[in-house]
């Protein structure tokens, strides 16, 4: 008895050795079981498409609040709403917390396009099989969005540390200093445009991605932000040669914004579809069914389009909704959708779809009209803007009424802010043109008196950079006066 | 047998599968070959002092595992093995006896009370030890205090039990609370928790377990104690044991408890008056302060609306006994705690079996059952009992035609939320547990074990369409499923031996293995078509909350342990555990964890004799041992591509996380060094432990943050240092001991004070609201503890909007009025000033009149994040808790006082009420009463109207309130019937009790209870609005046959 539970003792004594020696090793190995390995990743063209869609998903966060953030809430497209909205964006008050001031969302789309140009090549060359045309497509997919990420940063923050290899290892050193914004544009966005050029499939067209017109568009727009006229107008003039984009007729206007795939004016527009992307959060700051908006209509744009004898403009309550006195909703980018009192019925916030408008004919040719103001042909100019202008509905103007460059630039930048209200083009149009401090610190002293505004300081311009951002690199100098 | 030669592997691993290929046939045989041992049967009696039979005293054969336990007559039966042997009398609290058997047939015997415990056993890890060898620093709660509490789960049975153990109830039904033992040693809420040991199987939650059911538990709280768990012992370990039958003829226990509780602190909240002058100062009232408008005329006191009388009934069943070779215990408890909130409840099923079979003096054979079941429905305080301050009360709850009111400008009805809202849980926990123990040698024992915990929960919530803020109303919901089955195989030899008469050695040597597996699914739906099965058949499936969920650790470790005691004089023990982790980097995956520790009773000395009579017994004890932390993401260690959450254009994307996977993981670990002392005086009647340690995490697992152009957020990482140290003192005494009257009275003083002392590159961070919101923030940082709530310091509100005026440095400037009340300029110190006028601004606007005035820390003109402090820390300075037991004839009446002293708590709901951000939330009626209105006001409160515009809202410190309280905790007054009397309904003993909980407090706490959990340790101490706690009294009956 004592000898067999011995041999009992002995037994599992040998099991646990057996087992320390020879089993341990895979009894402590565990892989993940609902994400893959980086080995496991990287394999075939779908792996490629898959990459593709987790890019895009990135520019999707980009843009999800900071859309309005950048483009329109510091400028006089907006104003606060009451206790729903943070006060800072209207008064030039903005900090280091504020939200949109976080450039984390565009670096984490740059590392997946990091990656996807690491990867494609290898892909390239051990899959033969694979039509080379589609792979070099997918390369220039990449360059286009790591290009808007760049130009985004630029315009957003000047400065910016320049990442084009991936975060893929522990041994690579993280920190970075910002490079200067005139070099990121120089060495990096117009490369990396001009690569994607190089690589593109001329004959894909697909709105929701980045394709030979959204670069060429990309081209015209950095052109201008350099204010390289001539190189925007030639580019302009590629991007014609296609044949590819009109302005959409006056009676489909609403698609540019609802079924931008079905016009003939959009060149980039995102794609969304809350059951996988969650709601579009840009729906709470301009419009939402269960809250109020963080964002009300500014007085300019609102008593413009109220204005009895604007009703002819077609954009007007196709934009916003004058039924709702708090001036509070936007939208614009909704389908018509009336309850039986005939309001606008907007979805809940977590349910809300938004095809964000990056690029559309009209931006360009207001842009072509914008460059040939300021290379002095007024003709030129008046022709596109008239083109633009007559769309909406309204008579032309006749070359007599904008005499000059000056009239003509009002005239132009006055209907991109109609024309592109709440499509993330108003603030950059004031940087480009110089005209940010003298458009904006009139309203802002207009509406708060003891508000700090821009005074003379050009350096607010720019925004802060986060103070979580600035806290996880030492090597970041925050913008001046920022602190 | 050739040890030497067997030990190749492959030689083993032959003889191995031959032994186990007879094993089965063997163990059949054993009950047939122990027929042919002799034995000699001895029966007899334990009784006290004063002739009262003891029940559940133990009764074992010295030197083997022979052992029994005497029935509620105090009686028992034991087989022993010869004349030679000897019979070790022992009962908590009693002073052990030896009785050697001779010739002797019955042995009567009397047990002394109050004597010394020193005897008592004390389960310490894979083993047992009697107290008066214990080395390390342990804590013992008995059955008997757990019971006393009628406590619905363990962790309120433990408040305020054991001195290092910081035990925090929650008020909601079914909360589980939280347990931390001496501080916290690491960053992680998961890392922080103590480790479970539940009858040998080790748990990172004692959840299931039945109270009723503990035998004993056991608190290990320094290292050289704790370190035999290795890798998960970092921070404590607490053993649970369950009970087991005792001999004699089967007892049946009937318990039954019905408590009624009352909300023990109702806040004040504005009335409709209050809210009239709001809408007023607020400007713009809308019609909501139409006072004919019948939408808006009701004055409701939400609070007494929202809340009823709790009711909880608590039921326990319980049958053991015993018969020669076997015992078992069998247990049954149903809780129903309806509580404070409408259609908030907790309702529990537990069921345990404990099987023991002894065949043979040799062989045992244990086997657990337990299972349990809970179904809640988990209240959203948020939208209910804080709704209840928020909601204006001149809204209406109901309609005229008695349904309930949904959403009212903004504002959900509370009522509705409480009735309506789904939020049910279910959980269902199983363990089986096997173990064989086989007595090799006399002093050789081999115990092998196998437990299989199993864990499934169901989760359904459902918001339907009345309580929807859309137009037109939605309905949407979600259920979640999970499961985890874990595994552990153990075995390992115990060895005891004493050597002449002075020597004792004890050794111990085992490995063990584990695994478990986590599964989730959850699926969530809107517009359901039918609210009246919520069922996700009836709705539309959304996507991107439909997931899926899987993760697997392992561990395996190898242990052992040696102790010499000289006399019980000189005690020395040491042990090391290897433990492997599936978690870290595969170069890293195994640690080492030893410790040491020495003890002398110094009381044994000769020196000492001539004190004996006042001291009775004394001991100093010092450790230092290792332990860790693996608690960490199961593949932390692993850079992982992610899918289901970058869907574009109808394609799934896949891509990284936020956290880079960081293959040079490895253990956290913990070294931790005790002196402690034991000290026993005037024949036990006053026991004193003081213990003093220090304890330091080195390589602590955080994560760090990664520069946010690398495109990930941050990295888990081994770099840092937190260090621990702390004082506990625990006395123990009885003033007061008669024939009939008997007091006892115990102390438990527990002093903690933690230190970050290292940081990656010594980088501060900021956990928490990062924004200038008003919620808590906490800055972690180098020389800095957990719990710093960090922002901005509030110093007044300033009365002028000249006040807003400084000099070049900074100093705040006087205006001056003249008669009529104009503005004529500033004041320095008295003196007119004329230099340059300097303002402060917020969000880009100067602040006036009303507006908060801070701290200007950078000494600029904008208040903005840099100005941010360290207001205030929310770990207590110290806690405590006084126990009083007094016996008065058939009368005991126990009661606990506990008490936190020195925290300070975060009021985000208060906060939240009163920073005027939602037009429609209304404030405190003391903010409407005290807001600034006028120039020259002078007050705390800023201006209504200047809202949350200028940032007056930012986390500041006039929502940070002192958290220290005294608590009388329970208190119980129970009344034994006399036996004469329990004869004659046939039973064995009667006791009948009143029973109270939360009945006293002393507080400065403005909202509901200072105590709550906080889950993550970087984030201690802020209120949201939890639930409210209740005054619990009631009534109850234990009766046992």
Same mark, same amino acid.
């Given at each position: ?98 939200? #949109? ?69 522990? #041994? ?40 030979? #017109? ?64 969650? #709601? ?204 | ?38 034995? /000699? ?337 988990? /209240? ?385 961070? /900021? ?275």
């Amino acid at each position: 008895m004592l000898t067999a539970m011995k041999n009992i003792c002995y037994c599992l004594a040998g099991l646990a050795l057996l087992f320390a020696g020879t089993e341990c090793k895979k009894f402590l190995d565990e892989k993940p079981q609902t994400e893959i390995t980086a080995n496991l990743f990287w394999q075939s063209e779908d792996d490629i498409k898959s990459g593709i869609a987790a890019m895009y998903s990135g520019v999707q966060t980009i843009n999800s609040t900071n859309y309005l953030l950048w483009g329109d809430a510091r400028s006089d497209n907006f104003y606060n709403n009451g206790t729903y909205g943070d006060i800072s964006y209207f008064t030039n008050g903005l900090s280091s917390t504020i939200n #949109g001031s976080d450039w984390s969302p565009v670096y984490t789309t740059i590392d997946r396009v990091n990656d996807l140009l690491k990867h494609v090549p290898l892909i390239k060359a051990s899959h033969p099989a694979i039509d080379p045309k589609a792979i070099n497509h997918y390369m220039a997919e990449g360059y286009a969005v790591r290009a808007y990420c760049y130009f985004e940063l630029v315009k957003v923050w000047g400065d910016a540390p320049v990442w084009t290899i991936p975060f893929d290892s522990v #041994g690579i050193n993280p920190f970075k200093a910002r490079t200067p914004a005139a070099t990121i544009l120089d060495s990096l966005v117009i490369p990396d445009l001009q690569t994607a050029l190089s690589l593109v499939d001329q004959a894909k067209a697909i709105v929701w991605e980045t394709n030979v #017109g959204s670069i060429y568009a990309m081209l015209i727009d950095v052109s201008m932000w350099k204010h390289d006229y001539n190189g925007a107008i030639a580019w302009f003039d590629k991007l014609n040669a296609l044949k590819r984009y009109n302005l959409e007729p006056a009676l489909t206007w609403k698609n540019l914004f609802i079924g931008p795939d079905k016009t003939v004016e959009n060149i980039w527009s995102i794609y969304w579809d809350w059951t996988t992307d969650k #709601g579009a959060a840009i729906s709470g700051q301009l419009g939402a069914g269960n809250t109020n908006s963080q964002f009300m209509i500014s007085d300019i744009i609102w008593n413009y389009f109220s204005n009895a004898a604007n009703v002819k403009d077609i954009r007007g309550a196709q934009s916003i909704d004058l039924k709702v006195k708090t001036h509070d909703k936007t939208l614009k980018f909704y389908p018509v959708n009336l309850d039986a009192k005939a309001n606008q019925v907007y979805p809940t916030n977590s349910q809300a779809n938004v095809y964000y408008p990056m690029y559309r004919f009209a931006d360009i040719l207001l842009l072509r009209a914008e460059a040939a103001n300021n290379t002095q042909d007024l003709p030129t100019a008046l022709t596109y803007l008239n083109q633009v202008h007559t769309r909406a509905g309204l008579t032309a103007y006749v070359a007599t009424a904008l005499p000059d460059s000056t009239s003509m630039s009002n005239a132009i930048l006055n209907e991109r802010q109609l024309e592109l209200f709440g499509e993330s083009k108003r603030f950059f149009d004031l940087v480009r043109n110089g005209l940010v401090i003298k458009t904006l610190d009139p309203i802002i002293k207009a509406r708060k008196p003891d508000a700090l505004g821009f005074g003379q300081d050009a350096r607010t311009i720019l925004w802060p950079l986060n103070r979580t951002v600035l806290n996880s690199n030492p090597l970041l100098v925050q913008n001046q006066p920022y602190n | 047998m050739e040890r030497t030669s067997v030990f190749s592997a492959r030689a083993l691993y032959a003889k191995a599968r031959a032994v186990c290929l007879s094993l089965l046939f063997q163990v059949l045989l054993l009950t047939a070959v122990h027929a042919q041992t002799s034995t /000699i049967k001895i029966t007899g009696s334990v009784k006290d002092a004063k002739g009262n039979a003891l029940h559940g005293s133990s009764v074992t054969v010295k030197g083997t595992a022979i052992g029994t336990t005497t029935d509620e007559n105090g009686l028992f039966s034991i087989a022993v093995p010869s004349q030679q042997s000897i019979l070790v009398f022992t009962l908590v609290s009693y002073a052990s006896k030896e009785e050697l058997v001779g010739t002797r047939k019955v042995i009567n015997t009397v047990l002394t009370e109050g004597g010394n415990n020193l005897d008592d056993v004390v389960v310490i890890g894979y083993g047992t030890q009697r107290k008066r060898d214990v080395t390390g620093s342990i804590s013992s709660v008995s059955a008997k205090q757990i019971e006393e509490r009628h406590p619905a789960n363990l962790t309120d049975a433990l408040q305020g039990l054991a001195t290092g153990v910081l035990v925090t109830t929650d008020a909601e039904p079914g909360s589980d609370g939280s347990i931390r033992i001496r501080g916290y040693s690491t960053f992680s809420s998961a890392g922080n928790s103590p480790l479970y040991v539940i009858d040998g199987i080790l748990s990172d939650n004692m959840n299931g377990i039945n109270p009723n059911d503990v035998q004993s538990i056991e608190i290990l709280k320094d290292a050289a104690s704790a370190a035999i768990y290795g890798s998960r012992s970092a921070n404590g370990v607490i053993i649970i044991t369950t009970k087991r039958g005792v001999e004699g003829r089967p007892g049946i226990n009937l318990q039954y408890l019905h408590t009624f509780g009352e909300l023990a602190h109702k806040l004040p909240q504005a009335n409709s008056v209050d809210t009239r002058l709001y809408r007023n100062e607020q400007g713009s009232s809308g019609t909501s302060n139409d006072s004919l408008n019948p939408s808006f005329n009701a004055d409701n006191d939400y609070q007494a609306l929202l809340t009823r009388t709790a009711q909880k009934d608590q039921v326990d069943f319980g049958l053991s006994g015993a018969v020669k070779n076997m015992n078992y215990y069998t247990s049954i408890r149903l809780l129903n705690d309806q509580g404070l909130i409408l259609n908030s409840y907790a309702k529990t099923l537990q069921l345990r079996t404990n099987l023991e079979f002894s065949p043979t003096t040799r062989f045992r054979y244990t086997s657990r059952f337990q299972f349990g079941y809970k179904v809640g429905n988990a /209240i959203d305080e948020g939208n209910t009992i804080f709704q209840a301050f928020q909601r204006p009360p001149n809204y209406l709850v109901y309609y005229p035609d008695g349904s309930l009111t949904g959403y009212i400008s903004g504002r959900r009805n509370p009522v509705t939320v409480a009735l309506y809202q789904v939020n049910k849980d279910q959980v269902y926990t199983g363990t089986l547990f096997n173990q064989v123990d086989y007595q090799l040698l006399p002093s050789l024992k081999f115990i092998t074990n196998i437990g299989i915990n199993y864990t499934e929960t169901r989760g359904v919530n459902f918001l339907p369409k009345i309580l929807s803020s859309n137009s037109p109303t939605t309905n949407s919901g979600s259920e979640v499923y999970s499961r985890s089955i874990n595994w552990q195989y153990q075995a390992y030899f115990n060895y005891n031996k004493t050597f002449g008469k002075n020597s004792t050695v004890t050794g111990l040597a085992g490995f063990s293995a584990e695994h478990t597996q986590n599964n989730n699914a959850s699926v969530a739906g809107v517009n359901y078509v039918s609210e009246q099965a919520i069922s996700l058949n009836s709705a539309t499936i959304v996507p991107s909350g439909t997931t899926t969920g899987a993760s697997a650790n392992s561990l395996a470790s190898f242990f052992g342990r040696g102790t010499y005691s000289y006399k019980g004089k000189y005690i020395a023990a040491a042990t090391i555990r290897r433990d492997g982790s599936s978690r870290f980097g595969s170069d890293n995956r195994w640690g080492n964890f030893l410790s040491g520790s020495v003890a002398w009773r110094f009381t044994e000395e000769k020196f000492m004799q001539s004190l004996r009579n006042i001291f009775t017994d004394g001991k100093i004890r010092l450790s230092i041992g290792q332990t860790g932390n693996e608690r960490i993401g199961d593949y932390d260690a692993q850079s992982r591509y992610d899918f289901g959450t970058y869907f574009y254009n109808t394609v799934s994307g896949i891509a990284e996380g936020t956290s880079f996977g960081n293959p040079h993981l490895k253990w956290e670990s913990t070294t931790q060094s005790d002196v402690g002392t034991d000290l026993y005086f005037f024949n036990n009647r006053l026991t004193v432990v003081v213990d003093y340690y220090i304890k330091t995490t080195s390589n602590l697992l955080y994560s760090r943050p990664l520069p946010r152009e690398t495109g990930f957020n941050d990295i888990r990482v081994n770099v840092g240092t937190v260090q621990n140290n702390g004082f506990e003192l625990a006395l123990t005494g009885r003033p007061l001991q008669t024939k009939d009257f008997d007091w006892s009275i115990t102390t438990n003083l527990s002093i903690e004070r933690g230190v970050v002392k290292k940081l990656n590159d010594g980088q501060p961070f /900021i956990a928490g609201n990062t924004s200038d919101a008003g919620n808590a923030s906490w800055l972690i940082r180098e020389g800095g503890k957990l719990g710093d709530f960090y922002g901005w310091k509030q110093l007044r509100v300033y009365p002028y909007d000249q006040s807003n005026a400084y000099d070049d440095n900074w100093n705040p400037l006087t205006p001056v009025f003249d008669a009529t009340g104009a503005f004529t300029g500033y004041t320095e110190g008295g003196k007119p000033y004329g230099g340059a006028v300097h303002s402060l601004y917020g969000k880009g606007q100067k602040l006036k009149g009303g507006d908060v005035e801070f701290a200007n820390i950078t000494k600029d003109s904008v208040i903005d994040d840099q100005d941010r402090m360290v207001l205030g820390n929310a770990q207590p300075d110290f806690y405590f808790s006084v126990m009083n037991t007094l016996h008065y004839k058939q009368f005991t009446l126990s009661f606990t006082f506990n008490s936190q002293w020195g925290n300070k708590i975060y009021n985000n709901a208060a906060q939240t009420l009163d920073n005027y951000n939602t037009s429609n939330i209304i404030p405190q009626p003391y903010v409407i009463h005290n807001a600034w209105r006028n120039q020259g006001d002078i007050t705390g409160v800023p201006s209504v109207k200047a809202k949350t515009s200028t940032g007056n809202f930012r986390t500041n410190d006039h929502f940070l309130e002192d958290g220290s309280f005294i608590r009388l905790a329970y208190m119980q007054l129970n009344y034994t019937l006399k036996p004469a009397w329990v004869k004659r309904v046939f039973a064995q003993g009667i006791n009948i009790y009143l029973y109270g909980s939360n009945l006293l407090m002393w507080t400065n706490y403005s909202w509901y209870d200072p105590e709550f959990t906080s889950s993550d340790p970087l984030q201690l101490g802020q209120d949201s609005g939890k639930y409210p706690r209740r005054r619990e009294t009631g009534l109850g009956i234990n009766v046992n046959f």
